[in-house]
T-cell receptor, first 116, second 115 residues
């Protein structure tokens, strides 16, 4: 069965500093990988996704992620964080269910705090 | 505006009293699903539906029922709620169940407390 590990429960970063959120996955085939962001009291919003091709993917709000098959990782990065980036971030892998690739398995999330 | 709408947003109920959380999407999406979010556990899939009258269990289906009689609606039913079903629930929809071309859109969430 597929699984996703986000080893960092909580990260604190200074505004303007760079950010990297870690994500490791376990899946037998080529995965579909996603990063979602959840702002307080809100639903989840897709930041970016990887299906195939270029292993460095660009997303919204200045985020990017790099797929590394050899490390089973899909880390999220941003060169300079803004106070509005404070939120919870979820990595997810899309995997095959009974009818096809329709199941999302999420990691436990990383809460990001931004300090002035 | 494209959206997934859940109701209610907040609900406090008592053990054993049947309840339904509604979910509606206006994007003509075929695929819909329900997740629950608990601290330290992330989001876990409860049920999903590939289309009208086509549903299947996710990772944590016990204690829940769903139905998909219309494409736009996917209600979550708790026949006899228990305190361990206290959680934050999200409904999601997408047009492509293979995630090949589209993203999943999430509702705002329903915070359920069972006492």
């Amino acid at each position: 069965a597929q699984s996703v590990t986000q080893p960092d429960i909580h990260i604190t970063v200074s505004e303007g500093a760079s950010l990297e959120l870690r994500c490791n996955y376990s899946y037998g085939a080529t995965p579909y990988l996603f990063w979602y962001v959840q702002s307080p009291g809100q639903g989840l919003q897709l930041l970016l996704k990887y299906f195939s091709g270029d292993t460095l993917v660009q997303g919204i709000k200045g985020f990017e992620a790099e797929f590394k098959r050899s490390q089973s990782s899909f880390n999220l990065r941003k060169p300079s964080v803004h106070w509005s980036d404070a939120a919870e971030y979820f990595c997810a892998v899309g995997a095959q269910g009974n009818f096809g690739n329709e199941k999302l398995t999420f990691g436990t999330g990383t809460r990001l705090t931004i300090i002035p | 505006e494209a959206q997934v709408t859940q109701n209610p947003r907040y609900l406090i109920t008592v053990t054993g009293k049947k309840l339904t959380v509604t979910c509606s999407q206006n994007m003509n999406h075929e695929y819909m699903s329900w997740y629950r979010q608990d601290p330290g556990l992330g989001l876990r899939q409860i049920y999903y539906s590939m289309n009208v009258e086509v549903t299947d269990k996710g990772d944590v289906p016990e204690g829940y029922k769903v139905s998909r009689k219309e494409k736009r609606n996917f209600p979550l039913i708790l026949e006899s709620p228990s305190p361990n079903q206290t959680s934050l629930y999200f409904c999601a929809s997408s047009s492509n169940p293979g995630f090949g071309a589209t993203e999943a859109f999430f509702g705002q969430g329903t915070r359920l407390t069972v006492v």
